[in-house]
């Protein structure tokens, strides 16, 4: 099945400064990657993704960049703000036969925005 | 349009006994995963329903089952708890591949 590598774990970095968190997947037919951003408490929320015909996205503060040939796809946070700090989720949608699909989530990614 | 709902939003259990959740999809929605969330191994897959019928299973044991209905709101049952189901049990109504997750039930097993 499909394996997804989420990298690091925790990442703290100064307020203003940018954020970057980086997923590798394993299985080749995966074509749809999205980000969920969790605050303690509440449910995990959907900040954007990205499809395999496309190598960047961005979103205001928000970039996805994606490499398909090795594998890898990255969440880049300009400007980092307060509001910023949450776990971080990287996932991937894997298939099965008979049309059936699900998506693999990464481990996570704990970000502390410093004052 | 309303959010996926999901009742209870917590619940406390004793080993042995059983449970069951429920996910309200957003409307118009006709799939919904189920997600298992703990600290240890995050997030992961326990089915998907789609127009009634599972369309995935994860790999979690037999005890762990689930429904959906023709209104699209679906089920999750667990038997014979075990400490070890203590968790946030997450929904996910589907449209396309966009997953959108509701606020989740966080059981406690004693």
């Known amino acids: 099945g499909e394996n997804v590598e989420q990298h690091p774990s925790t990442l703290s970095v100064q307020e203003g400064d940018s954020a970057v968190i980086k997923c590798t997947y394993s299985d080749s037919a995966s074509n749809y990657f999205p980000w969920y951003k969790q605050e303690l408490g509440k449910r995990p929320q959907l900040i954007i993704d990205?499809?395999?015909?496309?190598g960047e996205k961005k979103d205001q503060r928000i970039a996805v960049t994606l490499n398909k040939t090795a594998k890898h796809f990255s969440l880049h946070i300009t400007e980092t703000q307060p509001e910023d700090s949450a776990v971080y989720f990287c996932?991937?949608?894997?298939?099965?036969?008979?049309?059936?699909?699900?998506?693999?989530f990464g481990k996570g990614t704990h970000l502390i925005i410093q004052p | 349009k309303a959010g996926v709902t999901q009742t209870p939003r917590y619940l406390i259990k004793t080993r042995g006994q059983q449970v069951t959740l429920s996910c309200s999809p957003i409307?118009?929605?006709?799939?919904v995963s189920w997600y298992q969330q703990t600290p240890g191994q995050g997030l992961q897959f326990l089915f998907e329903?789609?127009?009634?019928?599972?369309?995935n299973k994860g790999n979690f044991p037999g005890r762990f089952s689930g429904r959906q209905f023709s209104n699209s709101r679906s089920e999750m049952n667990v038997s014979t708890l075990e400490l070890g189901d203590s968790a946030l049990y997450l929904c996910?109504?589907?449209?396309?591949?966009?997953?959108?997750f509701g606020p989740g039930t966080r059981l406690t097993v004693l």
């Open positions: 996910a109504s589907r449209y396309g591949d966009e997953q959108f």
């Open positions: 996932a991937s949608i894997w298939y099965s036969g008979g049309g059936a699909d699900g998506l693999t």
């Open positions: 990205i499809r395999s015909n496309v």
């Open positions: 329903y789609f127009s009634e019928t599972q369309r």
């Open positions: 409307s118009g929605h006709r799939s």
